[in-house]
């Protein structure tokens, strides 16, 4: 008997994956230069040279039974080390190996650390607009993913609804700062309010509620400003990172979570998630990956790219008259469609070539999301298209 629920959503595609093979059909037929695809956030540049270096010392020197063996249940001690000396020399907080957990990307990381802090029928509060794959790695601990509604323009986290939501079956409240899809950085005023709200609340509730921070996109900051660490707001945050931005390794899938230094459960939460593991049969990820970064954590891939490529297309939608919000990082842009219907807005979009993601993917109707991981020729050669759309609608 085939289980109805993995089935089932075999007739939802993605419609940014469907977007995606679309440009590779179209491109196919009348070449790459003439396809503008915004559709993916696959990172557009290369891994750091002392990653590639790393790679090739640890194949060339070390032991390969013990280079290949398994690694602990908890992962590699390393990389856990390293990482936790890394956040201590950025954030000033005192994380120790104990807090660290490698997991595959931060799609691990987040379905480890919402497992770890909820139980079946708790809820989890997250922002909308907010990354599609939230809804199952929430679901399928058996806690329900409830969504607190946009705060248009500008996209900071509505936190006078969110309040209202916040009941007592809350345990868990996740948040994605850079975010996917709106670029926008949640500001140090939004994270003290956001503190302070769950700090009332928990007192009321009489149990805490942890917050669970995915940020794959900390490293890519725009305008030389650094990206406030929600973690250091509050205490009893799960920290989830990924390499896949950061260091262009998304196939490679590192990342982790990290515990931080005075939350409730320090001292059992990563022995926990090395428990979780076992009934998803993630184990950790590959060792030699987490040696290989455990040497890189110092440095990025050139990302200066991404902050060139969204000066140049928000610069042209300002100009086009769009509504749209500067990032403050990541690598998407999220402007307002030129009708209701975003869906609409992208079928006469594909129409000059442009590959855009309507917002309803992000729980969110009314926008689009350009993800600007592409070439900066490629970018200057869809202005023109953009200005066609534009055009369309007047
Ligand atoms: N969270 C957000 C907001 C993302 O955009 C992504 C990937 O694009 C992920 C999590 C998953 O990241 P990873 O590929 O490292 O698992």
Redesign the pocket.
């Known amino acids: 008997m085939l289980n109805e629920t993995y089935r089932g959503m075999l007739a939802h595609k993605s419609v940014i994956r469907e977007t995606f093979m679309y440009g590779k059909q179209r491109a196919a037929q009348i070449g790459y230069e003439n396809v503008f695809d915004y559709s993916l ?1 696959n990172p557009s540049v290369p891994c750091p040279e002392r990653f590639t270096a790393a790679m090739q010392e640890l194949l060339a020197q070390e032991d390969p039974v013990v280079l290949h063996g398994y690694c602990p249940s908890q992962g590699d001690p390393e990389f856990r080390t390293a990482v936790a000396a890394h956040l201590n020399r950025t954030f000033g907080l005192p994380y120790a190996q104990k807090d660290i957990f490698p997991t ?5 990381a ?1 379905a480890h650390a919402v497992r770890a802090v909820t139980r079946p029928g708790d809820e989890v509060l997250t922002f909308a607009p907010y ?1 599609p ?1 939230y809804g199952p790695y929430v679901e399928g601990t058996g806690a329900h993913l409830r969504v607190v509604p946009p705060q248009a323009p500008a996209f900071q986290p509505n936190l006078e609804a969110f309040e209202q939501m916040l009941t007592e079956k809350v345990t868990c409240v996740l948040i ?1 700062t850079p ?2 899809p709106t670029g926008v950085v949640y500001s140090a005023d939004t994270l003290t309010r956001l503190a302070e709200i769950l700090t009332e609340k928990s007192r009321a509730y009489g149990h805490n509620i942890f917050l669970v921070s ?1 940020e ?2 900390r490293d890519i900051a725009f305008d030389g400003r650094a990206v406030p660490y929600p973690a250091a707001f509050y205490p009893h945050t799960l920290t989830c990172f ?4 950061s260091l262009s390794l ?1 196939g490679e ?1 590192l ?1 982790y979570v990290a515990v931080r230094p005075g939350c409730e459960g320090e001292e059992v939460l990563v022995d926990m998630m090395a428990q979780i593991s076992r009934f998803t049969g993630h184990n950790c990820p590959p060792s030699i990956i987490q040696r290989a970064v455990s040497r890189c954590l110092d440095v990025t891939s050139d990302l200066s790219v991404y902050e060139t490529n969204m000066d140049l297309l928000y610069n042209k939608l300002k100009a086009l008259g769009f509504e749209v919000e500067r990032p403050g990082g990541t690598f998407y842009l999220f402007p307002k469609a030129l009708e209701e219907d975003a869906n609409a807005f992208c079928r006469r979009a594909r129409e000059f070539d442009l590959l855009l993601v309507p917002s309803d993917t992000f729980g969110v109707t009314g926008y689009v999301r350009l993800a600007y991981c592409i070439d900066t020729e490629q970018v200057k050669r869809s202005l023109p298209a953009l200005e066609k759309l534009a055009a369309a609608y007047q």
Do not use: H, M
């Open positions: 956030g595959t990307g931060a799609a691990g987040i990354f794959e994605n975010n996917n995915d794959p996109y990924s390499f896949s931005k998304p899938r990342g």
